[in-house]
């Protein structure tokens, strides 16, 4: 991929740890790294994100290749792997923190992303309406070291085998054309 090619999605669909997994495994997506963004402060860490009073929202920042992956089919990946119904909750993970959102990096990708929610709803996708911000794309800010990787590096532990090996199985059902030979 030349650096021409590339281009920048932030997606927020609650734990990180669960969003960069599914991600990691697409053809086309160069890189994933868990952080944070939308929020007042500069540099948050973890430990304040956790508080819900930052306003940021756990989030990914993915390089993709658009002739090999475009941005609809990442957020067709985003919708189906998340439930973009909750209000500021994801399963057991509770708070504005956890909110399902889109930040846009220009305004192709702010209509992409306006257009598909318009069209799930009237295929009534969900048995709830979306509520998926879509919100300009500001200040992303790169989650601490322990938290990159997450999934890959600690699938025996009960969280990511409880919650992200669904995510993964689901993806790996619905998009199997769309996954890297190595996954």
Same mark, same amino acid.
Request: net charge negative; aromatic share 12%; with cysteine.
């Given at each position: 991929?030349?650096?021409?090619?590339?281009?920048?999605?932030?997606?927020?669909?609650?734990?990180?740890?669960?969003? &960069?997994?599914?991600?990691? /495994?697409?053809?086309?997506? *160069? %890189?994933?790294?868990?952080? !944070?963004?939308?929020?007042? +402060?500069?540099?948050?860490?973890?430990? &304040?994100?956790?508080?819900? /009073?930052?306003?940021?929202? *756990? %989030?990914?920042?993915?390089? !993709?290749?658009?002739?090999? +992956?475009?941005?609809?089919?990442?957020?067709?990946?985003?919708?189906?792997?998340?439930?973009?119904?909750?209000?500021?909750?994801?399963?057991?993970?509770?708070?504005?923190?956890?909110?399902?959102?889109?930040?846009?990096?220009?305004?192709?990708?702010?209509?992409?992303?306006?257009?598909?929610?318009?069209?799930?709803?009237?295929?009534?996708?969900?048995?709830?309406?979306?509520?998926?911000?879509?919100?300009?794309?500001?200040?992303?800010?790169?989650?601490?070291?322990?938290?990159?990787?997450?999934?890959?590096q600690?699938?025996?532990?009960?969280?990511?085998?409880?919650?992200?090996?669904?995510?993964?199985?689901?993806?790996?059902?619905l998009?199997s054309?769309?996954?890297?030979?190595?996954?």
């Open positions: 991929m030349t650096k021409e090619n590339k281009r920048k999605a932030t997606l927020a669909g609650g734990c990180f740890w669960c969003t &960069e997994a599914v991600f990691q /495994r697409l053809e086309g997506v *160069e %890189a994933v790294r868990s952080g !944070f963004t939308g929020g007042a +402060i500069k540099n948050p860490a973890y430990r &304040e994100i956790l508080t819900g /009073r930052t306003g940021h929202a *756990e %989030a990914i920042e993915i390089v !993709f290749d658009p002739s090999i +992956i475009s941005y609809q089919e990442l957020l067709l990946v985003f919708f189906a792997t998340h439930d973009p119904t909750t209000l500021n909750r994801q399963q057991n993970d509770v708070g504005t923190q956890y909110r399902s959102a889109i930040f846009y990096h220009d305004t192709e990708q702010e209509k992409t992303a306006k257009r598909l929610i318009v069209e799930l709803q009237e295929q009534k996708a969900f048995d709830n309406s979306i509520v998926t911000e879509v919100t300009e794309a500001s200040a992303f800010y790169e989650a601490e070291k322990e938290h990159q990787d997450f999934y890959n600690h699938r025996q532990q009960p969280y990511c085998q409880f919650i992200i090996d669904p995510k993964i199985d689901k993806l790996k059902k998009f054309e769309k996954l890297k030979s190595n996954t």
